[in-house]
């Protein structure tokens, strides 16, 4: 009678062993591969990404120095090698004949795909106006207060502290023009003009994306 009692007891136990064993988390390994491949696609992307941002940015200390950057540094961001005709190429800006002592500085994003040219040139008053007819540049024209407080036209960025940095002045006894034109669908141009008796000095402002 104990034997079996025993022996039954034997089973039971045996019985609880196997049921918890059932009942134990086991290990998922096609979740933790799932996850796995989750996270390697994810590395990939950001390095397509990055290689991709690289293709049109650089990141390496590689700048041109071109002498007519306000900042020969080029920053942390640039665009190619940095010079004057791969950033007007960007955004699609020609400058007028006759242009001198030409100036410039592009404040890049990381990923290349906004931006803000700042462009400074003298020439000749028969260029601008080539110019201006060519971009479909419609002028107004006052003195600094007036395009100042021109609603219709952003002055900001022509008297930040960066533009300030780089000697943009406009006096208020001087006749300026102002005005804006669409380079691209990705482009926009702002022009402000300090006319003086037989030339123009020509602030531009230009922003991409």
């Known amino acids: 009678m104990n034997m079996g009692t025993e022996e039954s007891a034997g089973v039971r136990s045996r019985a609880r062993t196997n049921v918890d064993w059932l009942s134990e988390p086991k290990p998922q390994p096609l979740r933790r591969l799932l996850k796995e491949t989750a996270w390697l696609l994810a590395v990939g992307g950001f390095t397509v990404g990055l290689f991709a941002a690289s293709h049109w940015l650089s990141?390496?200390?590689e700048h041109s120095g071109d002498p007519r950057d306000y900042d020969r540094s080029g920053g942390d961001v640039w665009r190619g090698?940095?010079?004057?005709?791969?950033?007007l190429a960007h955004y699609e800006i020609a400058l007028p004949c006759h242009?001198?002592?030409?100036?410039?500085h592009d404040f890049e994003s990381i990923v290349g795909s906004e931006g803000i040219l700042?462009?400074?040139f003298d020439t000749?008053?028969?260029?601008?106006?080539?110019?201006?007819?060519?971009?479909d540049l419609s002028l107004k024209e006052g003195t600094s207060d007036d395009w100042q407080a021109d609603d219709t036209f952003n002055s900001n960025d022509f008297v930040g502290d960066d533009a300030r940095g780089y000697g943009w002045s406009f006096p208020?006894?001087?006749?300026l023009l102002w005005g804006t034109y669409t380079a691209s669908d990705a482009v926009s141009v702002r022009v402000v003009v300090d006319r003086h008796a037989s030339s123009d000095t020509v602030y531009l402002v230009g922003n991409y994306g």
């Open 99 to 104: 242009a001198t002592d030409v100036h410039f």
């Open 118 to 120: 700042l462009l400074r």
């Open 124 to 135: 000749s008053r028969t260029c601008f106006g080539s110019f201006a007819r060519g971009t």
């Open 81 to 87: 090698d940095g010079s004057l005709e791969t950033v």
């Open 172 to 175: 208020t006894s001087h006749t």
């Open 59 to 61: 990141l390496s200390p």
